[in-house]
DNA sequence: CGTTGTACCCTGCGTATGAATGGCACATCG
DNA sequence: CGATGTGCCATTCATACGCAGGGTACAACG
């Protein structure tokens, strides 16, 4: 079993700090791939959390190729594990938009105006 | 003189009233290159608005080469005032940003992951 | 049946943001 | 001096969003 320890009072969102950790067991070998992880509730119950913040880090997780939820087989740690666990896909999330970001700016439009539209862009796809 | 009405009511914020029925205004030939438009602080008395709100719209303006303030004589409509009218930057904006929106999110990146990696982006900066 | 992951609904709290307003000051022209 | 555009300081209000929580329900296994 690996020790998970949730600070409520964190600034960083509880999801965070469960995807954080479970990465973190996986990059120290505390996780190898084929592990069966915890279902959500059983979790949840464990660290006192609600059924949805544990589904929201399994989720994530599930896409980052960390975890491979086998339906209603439980949820497992992904072969690949190591090394998904190594990229920060928001590193790169960031630095995609600021490029985008910065190419504007140069254009003289205004950081009020690039709010504006991104806000336009998120929300254009359900319509 | 060019009527120009705002609406408190609406829900587009009045400097952006304002920047709409100018540019209508060179577009419909009501204003032509070299016209002096009011002071900031006319206008904002003439419109019931507060310097600030004129002042912005000025500025973009302005900077969308609409305008041009030319110091301590006042402002007048720039030279190529009517091809830049058509021109919506914003439309721009969108575009550039929605491309790489879609990429991100073919590459299942969550809309939040994109809108929090967008917040830092846009803070970065003063820090 | 019970457990699995998952989907949808709705709620409240805290924060971040923009919009608009107000005040004060400046340098430059005429 | 008076007018110009412009700068920075501030505040108030409303809105939007993320986070967390609660509830209910579903299909697919064992």
Redesign the pocket.
Known sequence: MIEIIIDIDDAV????QLIEQIKGAVLTDKLSPGDALP????LANDLQ?????V?KA??LL?RDAVIQ?K?????FVHPDAKTNSAVDLCTLVVSKLSATVEELRGSGVT??EI??AF?DV??RRES
């Open positions: 969102p509880q999801f965070a279902s959500i509730r059983q959390l609600n059924n949805k913040t589904a399994y989720r599930e939820t339906g209603y087989r439980g949820t950081d009020s709010r504006i806000g998120m929300n």
